[in-house]
């Protein structure tokens, strides 16, 4: 039973076309398939080692839920706390209730620092709202300064991963977009990895000196002392959250944490899970403002989106444990397969599965949870252990069924609680053709079906 | 001891030799089984399907079948998954245990040799509700490496789902075919004359998958090898 506790469903870009039908396009692209097996078998193999190495993993997994699920008790407290305490620090904490008030508020931001153009920290939940196409029709533009972010900016793409946002993009593929996009980029260019990364880095270095604003998300907020986090590769990051005068971090509310200490907990299962990295090799926190020192003015704009709604639901809210790593997107055989834009949300793979329909609300979002097998890797490799093919199955059920499929559901259970149809219905296998009608055809038309049987199992139990 | 088979509804209607083998095979290791005949389906496609109010009375119906038995057994993980997982949340009637076949034999009977002798060369599929709901480990691995004459070779990524996930295998149709294809050729690059699993329902998609490419490779349920002799 869900209550409803006054909060909308998220906007944004949380839904897209129906997922069989987007999935079935990217599994016509060969060069997608091949990109994202690589990619994927490549994290996979790195996170399993390093998350091998730690004795104390499943403590450290059990540890990560309790403090979420217990955060998530007292969101309503522990985010007063903070914005007492961003406050007393010298920030200024804005409330936003879906993606348009958030994108009002950072556009307004902007303006008011006299901006036209603003440096990103790669983020999901500006990917989520939409913000840089809402800066862009107020005459702002966002540069994107993570590499891979930049790569899908400059290639007019959308991110297909959670952590790798240019996963489906191979280097031949990100060579042409640079040649094409980058004024200073050579027509010979080659596709060395090194040699692309450093014409980024020398179109990026001209941005991060120039921009005066800078938009970030949060990774972790610490409720007692209002200290923000962001935990990232590449050093853009540190860039953009020191050099710009003015930071606008924008977070959804389940981000934050209430005490210093329970980021110990999750600097050590996040970059084990997400890059397979002992360690981030840039995690950056700031308090506030220091006069002197970095940006001189900061906000902090905290983000519903669906997320109350979200919480509201005892056997869906785990969801909001989740800290993004993208472990899950990277051994789902589906995703592997499909990619991220088949789920037509900024959260693809199984963790977007249960998240998206849950910030929209389910009836925006009607083939997400069935875009999973239930085989359960998900929660297999989870460090907050969220249940996501429970999940799934706990969403299905809200799904209004199709009339033939709910009617032939009802006819099937029928049969099976009344032993004399079910013993009919056995001895009809016999008759079981090698071809079956649409929509079962589906399933003939890669799989034979087995010889049908001379007598049933039971028919045979009780003549022997 | 009292030992009821679960027979599960796809096994009964169209794989019974899988049934005849679990028969066979635990009259052979001097259990008696029983097969309750008011036994029919565990509801798990209902469930996994969004029809919990569907699959509520199969679980009921399910709990009054086995109800006074030591121990029930079915040759699907599956299938036990779901009894032991999901009909908790269905309803408050209580089962006695209810174990896939590798976890009886070894757990319960403590038998890893149980007298098979298969001349064949076996891949195995260890299927995803066994491997991560009910945990069972390598206890297939260990029953098959005491089967006579029986060459088992490893499947190379083995734990990755075959795509066949129920209704997933129709409503999202073409992810399943290209999971099926991969598991496929892992199966063919092992030039295993025979694909195993402790599963039906994966066993007619790996199965049905293969016998459709013509490639020659059996799909044959674990039950089936252990009750060879």
Redesign the interface.
């Known amino acids: 039973m869900t209550t409803f506790l006054g909060m909308p469903h998220g906007t944004g870009n949380l839904a897209g076309g129906p997922f069989p039908r987007e999935a079935r396009k990217a599994l016509a692209d060969d060069q997608l398939r091949a990109n994202l097996g690589r990619a994927t078998a490549t994290i996979r193999a790195k996170r399993a080692v390093a998350v091998g190495e730690l004795p104390d993993w499943e403590e450290l997994r059990a540890g990560g839920a309790a403090l979420k699920d217990a955060t998530l008790a007292r969101l309503d407290e522990h985010l007063l706390r903070l914005e007492a305490a961003v406050t007393a620090a010298g920030g200024v904490v804005h409330w936003a209730r879906d993606a348009e008030e958030a994108n009002a508020v950072v556009t307004r931001l902007v303006q008011a620092a006299g901006a036209d153009e603003v440096v990103k920290v790669k983020s999901m939940v500006t990917q989520e709202i939409g913000l840089n196409e809402a800066l862009a029709a107020a005459g702002i533009a966002a540069w994107e300064t993570d590499l891979a972010e930049l790569i899908v900016q400059l290639g007019h793409d959308k991110p297909s991963h959670i952590l790798v946002p240019a996963i489906h993009k191979n280097r031949s593929e990100i060579r042409d977009i640079f040649v094409r996009e980058i004024p200073s980029a050579p027509r010979d260019l080659i596709d060395d990895p090194a040699l692309l990364a450093a014409l980024a880095r020398a179109h990026l270095r001209e941005k991060f000196l120039s921009a005066r604003v800078a938009v970030s998300g949060a990774n972790f907020a610490v409720a007692e002392t209002g200290t923000l986090c962001v935990v990232e590769s590449e050093g853009n990051g540190r860039m953009c959250l020191t050099l710009p005068e003015v930071l606008i971090t924008v977070m959804g509310i389940e981000k934050l944490v209430p005490t210093w200490q329970d980021l110990e907990v999750f600097l050590q299962t996040l970059p084990r899970s997400s890059t397979g990295e002992r360690m981030n090799p840039y995690t950056s926190m700031w308090t506030g403002v220091t006069p002197g020192d970095g940006p001189q003015e900061f906000h902090l704009v905290l983000l519903d989106n669906g997320r109350t709604a979200t919480l509201a639901d005892p056997d869906g809210r785990a969801a909001l444990r989740c800290i993004r790593c993208s472990a899950c997107l990277n051994v789902c055989p589906v995703y592997e397969r499909t990619g991220g834009h088949a789920y037509g949300s900024v959260y693809p793979g199984p963790i977007g599965a249960v998240l998206s329909p849950q910030l929209t609300g389910v009836e925006d979002n009607r083939t997400l949870p069935f875009a999973s097998t239930l085989c359960g890797a998900c929660y297999d490799v989870c460090p907050v252990a969220i249940d996501i093919p429970t999940m799934l199955v706990h969403l299905r059920q809200q799904v209004p069924p199709p009339a033939a499929e709910r009617l032939a559901m009802t006819a099937i259970a029928s049969v099976m609680r009344s032993p004399r149809r079910y013993r009919a219905a056995l001895w009809l296998g016999r008759f079981l053709p090698r071809r079956l009608p649409p929509p079962l055809s589906r399933w003939t038309r890669s799989r034979a079906l087995p010889q049908a049987p001379r007598q049933s199992f039971r028919a045979w139990w009780v003549r022997r | 001891m009292r030992v009821a088979l679960f ?1 599960t ?1 796809l ?7 899988v ?2 083998a679990t ?1 066979a095979l635990l009259e052979r290791l001097g259990v008696p089984v029983e ?1 309750p ?2 036994q ?2 565990c ?1 798990q ?8 109010d ?2 509520r ?2 679980a009921d ?1 399910f709990a009054d079948a086995f109800v006074g038995y030591d121990y029930v057994v079915s040759p699907s993980g599956s299938c036990a998954a779901a009894v032991r ?2 009909h908790p949340r269905l309803t408050d009637k209580r089962v006695p245990p209810v174990l896939e076949l590798s976890e009886f034999l070894v757990d319960v009977l403590s038998r890893e040799d149980v007298g098979a002798r298969y001349p064949h060369r076996v891949t195995y599929h260890p299927t ?2 066994s ?3 009910l945990r069972v480990g390598d206890r297939p691995l260990r029953l098959l490496r005491h089967v006579r004459e029986l060459e088992l070779v490893a499947l190379p990524d083995a ?3 075959c ?18 294809a ?1 598991k496929a050729a892992a199966v063919l690059s092992t030039g295993a004359e025979v694909c195993s699993a402790g599963d039906t329902s994966c066993l ?2 790996i ?3 293969l ?2 490419q013509g490639t020659g490779v059996r799909a044959v349920h674990l039950a089936e090898i252990l009750a060879s002799t």
């Not at chain 2, 096994?11 to 030799?17: A, N």
């Not at chain 2, 496609?45 to 919990?52: D, E, L, Q, R, V």
């Not at chain 2, 997933?168 to 075919?177: C, G, P, Q, R, Y």
């Open positions: 027979v509804c096994v009964d209607g169209l794989r019974p030799e049934g005849k028969v097969v005949l008011a029919s389906c509801g496609m209902h469930t996994n399907s969004g029809y919990a569907l699959a009375p199969l119906a997982h999901q995803c509700h491997l991560r709901m734990d990755t789902c795509g066949f996930g129920g209704t997933f295998a129709l409503k999202n149709v073409d992810v399943s075919e290209a999971m099926l991969d007619l998609h199965g049905g998958g016998t459709k």
